[in-house]
């Protein structure tokens, strides 16, 4: 599946901004703050703002996570450096509730030129629908903000698409942080079967919800029904190939399968389609979605990308999988 392909399977605003913040390339989270600083404008029905009112909201974002940063360049690192201002004023900031005027300075100084001029970028180039545009020079820059940027925060997902930037912003951020990172990107997460979360695979630190990570790569639709998940449905991790084969196949000398409680085997879905599925085998129209889903991960920076890149190399038992489809059929072969 490639970008366009995520893209042309529910063509929208909300496929875009999804494109741009699952999809995008994350050297440092600086794009989900500017994801953030946008929603909270569009959401107050905003269309054209300061540039300096963008960056307020953006500036506490980032100073609220604390969240830790690849290292940059030397010429990056110097004190006119964002980050640098920002680590020297997070404590005034913090205690006056907004950013203190230099670091106001430095976002409003920063952002056209760095976060704001490759918001829209993917890995295949740039998403369908601009949200903004900044015109202007010096303190008199304003942002513009786009109609796609309001259809997406009039949206019935506005809150499902927060909690997946907030997902992503957690995957990223820990992947940059000290004695997990190196073991997300290169082993990827595993998942906690009794919380549901995804957690690093040596300490077995919590880092986000499985259900956040993935409903995105979904288009946040149930995989059973296919329906959009709205903001006020319970909803459920579903076990594609149900849990119980494991177990079934326990007096006939084991599971012979990839193990089924990993990334690749869940899907978010309806509480009640979840219920009604119960164990039953996938559909193959429900194989097809999965297949679609995981290969949408796969274009995803890693850790994310790595543990599904992981699953397809360690379920051929000596012979390479291509695939996802390819891979579905093994599984229904070792079920049969």
């Not at 994350?26 to 029905?45: C, I, M, S």
């Not at 830790?68 to 030397?74: D, M, R, V």
């Not at 056209?112 to 020079?137: A, D, I, L, Q, T």
């Not at 880092?207 to 909803?235: K, L, M, N, S, Y």
Request: aromatic share 6%.
């Amino acid at each position: 599946m490639t970008h366009d392909d995520f893209y042309a399977t529910a063509p929208s605003a909300r496929a875009s901004w999804r494109l741009a913040i699952l999809m995008g390339h994350n050297v440092r989270t600086y794009k989900f703050a500017l994801g953030k600083a946008l929603l909270h404008h569009a959401a107050r029905g905003h269309t054209e703002i300061p540039l300096r009112d963008l960056a307020a909201p953006y500036a506490m974002t980032l100073l609220e996570r604390r969240a830790p940063q690849a290292p940059g360049s030397e010429e990056e690192r110097g004190t006119t450096d964002f980050l640098s201002i920002a680590a020297q004023e997070s404590a005034e900031s913090r205690r006056l509730g907004r950013p203190t005027d230099r670091l106001l300075d430095a976002a409003e100084r920063s952002m056209p030129g760095m976060v704001m001029r490759k918001f829209h970028n993917h890995g295949g180039g740039e998403v369908p629908h601009s949200f903004y545009e900044v015109v202007g020079r010096g303190r008199r820059r304003t942002v513009r903000l786009s109609s796609a940027l309001g259809q997406v925060a009039r949206s019935y997902e506005l809150e499902g698409l927060r909690a997946e930037l907030d997902a992503r912003w957690s995957i990223v951020e820990n992947s940059f942080a000290t004695g997990i990172g190196r073991s997300l990107i290169d082993e990827g997460v595993r998942v906690d079967p009794d919380t549901l979360h995804l957690t690093d695979r040596h300490r077995r630190r919590s880092v986000t919800g499985v259900a956040e990570a993935v409903a995105g790569f979904q288009h946040g639709r149930c995989h059973i029904c296919t329906e959009p998940i709205g903001p006020a449905d319970p909803i459920a991790v579903d076990h594609v190939f149900p849990h119980a084969l494991m177990k079934r196949f326990e007096s006939v000398g084991g599971w012979r399968g990839p193990d089924l409680d990993t990334l690749w085997n869940l899907a978010v879905a309806h509480r009640k389609c979840n219920g009604e599925k119960s164990d039953r085998m996938p559909t193959s129209a429900e194989l097809t979605r999965l297949a679609r889903r995981n290969e949408a991960i796969m274009r995803s920076p890693w850790p994310l990308r790595t543990t599904l890149r992981i699953s397809l190399e360690s379920a051929g038992h000596g012979h390479r999988i291509p695939d996802w489809p390819t891979f579905l059929r093994e599984v229904q072969k070792v079920c049969a």
